[in-house]
C-alpha cells in the first residue's frame, strides 16, 4: 500500500484532470478508480482496508491484486504524461526528467536504426548531461556518438574525441560508484540501530583514503557527495563537530560554485552541519542551517521529513518546546507521513512521547482540546515500538527513560520499583563508559529516586555523584549518535525532580519491594 499511496500522493487528481484527453486513451477500470479515490482521500490505511471497502461482500485477493496492480501500471504511465515541469522544480530537476525522456526516445530510435535523428538527440543530450553532472548519460551519449563516427561516419578526428571523453567520463564513473558503495556500507549500520559503531572511524578513514586522490581530480556531483560524507563520518564518529562543521562548509562551497542550484548535497550537508548544532546547543547557527536548507527542499519529501526531525531536536535541546510541538503537529499531518519507512515513523512516537511529558510537566501550553497527542496513545508507547526493542544501546535508551520519567511523574511509585533490579541489569550489561555514557549516568541517577524513598532531598544527594559524571561528559564531548538524548539529560533530570517532594515514601506491595 505505501508504494500505491507514494504514487498517488504525485500523481493527484488535479493532474489527472489535466491530461484528460490522454487519460482517456489509458483509463484503468472502474474498480481500479475506486481504489484510487479511497486513496487519495486518506480512506484506507493498508490492502485489508482496501480490499474490504471494494469488496464488502468478504475478501477477493486474487480480484485486488489484479486491480491495484492495473492501477499501479495505469500511475506509471500516467507520469511519462504529466508535466513535470512545474514552477516547483529547479533547473537541473527540471533537466533531470527531460533527460531521461530523451534518453528514452534515442534508445527506441536506435532500436528503429534512426541514425540521423539520433545524431542530433544525442549531441544535444551529451551536452545537457555534461553541465548537470549526469554523469551515467553522458557516458553512455558519448559512446553512442563514438560509435557513430567510428563505424558509420568514418570520421576520425570526431571518433578520437569521443574516444577520449569515453575514457574520462569511464574513469569518474567508476569512482561516482566506488563513493556510493564505500559510503553505503557506512550508513547502513545506522538505519535501524542508532548505537555507537567503534569501528567506523578507521573503516571510514581507510574508505576516504580510496576517493581522497579522485576528488581532486573530478568535479563529479556524486563523487563529491557522497565523498564528502564519508569523510564527514571520520569526525562525527569521534564527535569532533569543529570539524565536521568545516567539511560541511567545503563541501556547500563546492556545490555553491555550479552553474545550477545543486539542491539535495546542500540540503545534506546543511543537515549535518544543523547535527553539529545540536551537539554543540548553538541554536541560532543551527535555525540558520534550517531555514537555508528548507528554502532547497520541497514540501513533503524525505528529507523534508529528516529536516523536520531534526529541527525538533534542535527546538528541544534549546528549550524552544512550544516550537517543537508545532513542529510535531506540522509534521504528522502531513499528507505523506502515513508513507515513511517504519522507523522513521516510530521515531516520530518517541517524539510524542516526550512532547506529551512536556505537556504534562507544564512545559508545552497544548491546543485546546488537545487531539493531537493522545493521552491512550501514550499508554500504548512501550509496547508499540517493535522496531527499535532489539536496539539496546540506541533508540531503546529514550524509550526505557521516558517510562521511568512518566512513573515518577504519575507516582506510580510501586511500578518504579518494581523496574529497577530490570533497569539496573540493563544498564550494567548494555550502557558503557565509552559508548553511551551519559545515557547510563541518568539512567544511574534515576534508580536512585525509588532507592531515597521518592524524597526530593534525598534523592539529590544519593544522585550527586551520578549527577557530577553527567557534568564532565558534555553532549558536545558523548559518544552517542544526536538523536539519542530527545531532550538533554540535565533539563530531563531538573524536571524529574520537580515531580517529587519531601515525603517519603511508604511501600504498599510488600512482597514486592522485597
Not at 259 to 284: I, T
Not at 346 to 357: D, G, H, R, S
Not at 359 to 388: A, H, T, W, Y
Request: aromatic content about 12%; proline content about 3%; overall charge positive.
Amino acid at each position: 500500500m505505501d508504494e500505491l499511496r507514494e504514487l498517488v500522493s504525485i500523481v493527484t487528481k488535479q493532474k489527472l484532470k489535466a491530461v484528460n484527453a490522454y487519460s482517456k486513451l489509458i483509463q484503468p477500470g472502474a474498480v481500479s478508480m475506486r481504489l484510487y479515490n479511497l486513496v487519495a482521500e486518506g480512506s484506507v490505511r493498508n490492502d485489508e482496508d482496501a480490499m474490504a471497502a471494494l469488496y464488502p461482500g468478504g475478501p477477493r485477493t486474487v480480484s485486488y491484486k489484479r486491480i491495484k496492480k492495473s492501477l499501479r501500471e495505469y500511475l506509471l504511465q500516467m507520469l511519462f504524461v504529466i508535466d513535470l515541469h512545474l514552477p516547483h522544480y529547479n533547473p537541473r530537476q527540471k533537466a533531470y526528467f527531460d533527460c531521461y525522456k530523451r534518453w528514452g526516445a534515442i534508445k527506441l530510435l536506435a532500436g528503429k536504426t534512426a541514425h540521423r535523428s539520433n545524431l542530433l538527440f544525442a549531441t544535444e543530450l551529451l551536452r545537457t548531461a555534461l553541465r548537470y553532472d549526469f554523469t551515467d548519460l553522458a557516458l553512455d551519449m558519448a559512446r553512442s556518438l563514438r560509435l557513430y563516427y567510428g563505424s558509420i561516419e568514418g570520421d576520425l578526428k570526431k571518433y578520437d574525441q569521443f574516444g577520449k571523453q569515453v575514457q574520462f567520463l569511464e574513469r569518474m564513473f567508476h569512482f561516482e560508484n566506488l563513493g556510493e558503495d564505500l559510503y553505503t556500507d557506512l550508513v547502513i549500520r545506522f538505519v535501524n540501530d542508532k548505537s555507537t559503531k567503534k569501528d567506523v572511524h578507521e573503516q571510514a578513514q581507510k574508505y576516504f583514503q580510496q576517493l581522497e586522490k579522485a576528488l581532486e581530480l573530478y568535479p563529479s556531483y556524486r563523487l563529491h557527495f557522497t565523498g564528502r560524507l564519508t569523510e564527514i563520518i571520520i569526525y562525527t564518529s569521534i564527535n569532533d563537530y569543529k570539524k565536521t562543521i568545516a567539511i560541511c562548509d567545503k563541501a556547500i562551497r563546492f556545490f555553491d560554485a555550479k552553474d545550477y542550484v545543486a539542491n539535495v548535497p546542500l540540503q545534506v550537508f546543511l543537515y549535518q552541519e544543523m547535527v553539529c548544532y545540536v551537539q554543540l546547543r548553538d541554536y541560532p547557527r543551527g535555525r540558520r542551517a534550517a531555514d537555508r536548507g528548507f528554502k532547497l527542499l520541497e514540501n513533503g519529501s524525505f528529507n523534508w521529513f529528516k529536516y523536520q526531525e531534526l529541527l525538533l531536536l534542535l527546538s528541544l535541546h534549546a528549550k524552544e518546546y512550544q516550537e517543537a510541538y508545532q513542529i510535531y503537529k506540522n509534521t504528522i499531518h502531513h499528507r505523506r507521513f502515513n508513507g515513511l519507512p517504519a522507523g522513521i515513523k516510530q521515531t516520530w512516537k518517541i517524539f510524542e512521547a516526550y512532547l506529551f511529558y512536556l505537556i504534562e510537566v507544564g512545559r508545552i501550553r497544548p491546543d485546546q482540546p488537545e487531539k493531537v497527542i493522545s493521552r491512550i496513545r501514550i499508554m500504548r508507547f512501550i509496547n508499540d515500538v517493535p522496531l527499535f526493542s532489539k536496539d539496546k544501546r540506541g533508540m531503546n535508551i529514550p524509550i526505557l527513560i521516558f517510562h521511568i520519567l512518566y512513573l515518577l511523574l504519575t507516582k506510580r511509585y510501586d511500578e518504579a520499583i518494581d523496574r529497577n533490579e530490570a533497569i539496573e541489569k540493563y544498564s550494567t550489561r548494555y550502557l558503557k563508559k565509552d559508548d553511551n555514557y551519559r545515557s547510563n549516568c541518568i539512567i544511574k541517577m534515576l534508580l536512585q529516586v525509588s532507592d531515597a524513598g521518592f524524597h526530593k532531598t534525598a534523592v539529590i544527594r544519593r544522585a550527586e555523584k551520578f549527577t557530577k559524571m553527567l557534568q564532565q561528559v558534555p553532549l558536545d564531548f558523548a559518544s552517542q549518535a544526536h538523536d539519542i538524548e530527545i531532550i538533554p539529560y540535565e533539563d530531563l533530570w531538573e524536571m524529574a525532580l520537580d515531580s517529587l517532594d519531601n515525603t517519603i515514601y511508604t511501600v504498599k506491595n510488600k512482597s514486592k519491594a522485597g
